[in-house]
């Protein structure tokens, strides 16, 4: 594909821009798409607009994220208790 010369790799590796650091955040994404294609096709369907791997990613991160937990609700103490707890 490439001559003896490194020229013509360093001119690939530009025009494929691959010459660039890779955010860690498109670095996840993408092993997550090529780790669980059927969840990344699933995503995508539902989010039509996203039109990055990352994008996609964010959006089924957001989707497995634990509903939060409701706050207890405490009864008041009575007047009686009251006293047993000074």
Known sequence: MFSSDDRG???WLTSSNL???IHPGDQQAAM???ADEAAFEETRRLHPRVRTVRGLHAKW???QRPE???APVYEE???A???TLR
């Open 81 to 83: 208790e009251r006293h």
């Open 68 to 70: 939060p937990k409701e």
């Open 19 to 21: 010459d660039k650091d």
């Open 32 to 34: 997550w798409a090529a």
């Open 9 to 11: 790799f360093g001119r």
């Open 77 to 79: 103490p009575t007047e």
């Open 61 to 63: 991160k957001e989707a």
